[in-house]
């Protein structure tokens, strides 16, 4: 089982990007996803994250720019983000609670998977 991240790349200031992430394998449910970013020399933080329901909630310093939102039936969340600043500047991590049959067949219930990371460059 994995998380794929994607979408990142160099973006100029007051600009936008969507970010993917798709959790693949033997999935049997996901749960809550999110998305967290982690700037150079700075701890990793929580962007947005989504219930399997669509209830959303936002860092204070994104709030405003940013939508997060989720497919079900692609087990696929998406990061919307606008008005970018060159402090957005990260790789943007997805995050995703997950229950997967593993190789032996038994069913494993995780919280807090990571994906590998998109790096996002705000930049003129």
């Known amino acids: 089982v994995q998380l794929q991240a994607s979408g990142g790349g160099l973006v100029q200031p007051g600009g936008s990007l969507r970010l993917s992430c798709v959790a693949s394998?033997?999935?049997?449910?996901?749960?809550?996803m999110g998305w967290y970013r982690q700037a150079p020399g700075k701890q990793r933080e929580m962007v947005a994250s989504?219930?399997?329901?669509?209830?959303?909630h936002y860092a204070d310093s994104v709030k405003a720019r940013v939508t997060i939102s989720r497919d079900n039936a692609k087990n696929t969340v998406y990061l919307q983000m606008s008005s970018l600043k060159p402090e957005d500047t990260a790789v943007y991590y997805c995050?995703?609670?997950?229950?997967?049959?593993?190789?032996?067949?038994?069913?494993?219930?995780?919280?807090?998977?990571w994906g590998q990371g998109t790096l996002v460059t705000v930049s003129s």
């Open positions: 394998g033997r999935i049997l449910n996901v749960g809550d």
């Open positions: 995050n995703a609670d997950l229950t997967y049959r593993d190789s032996h067949d038994t069913t494993i219930a995780q919280k807090h998977n």
């Open positions: 989504i219930t399997w329901g669509g209830r959303a």
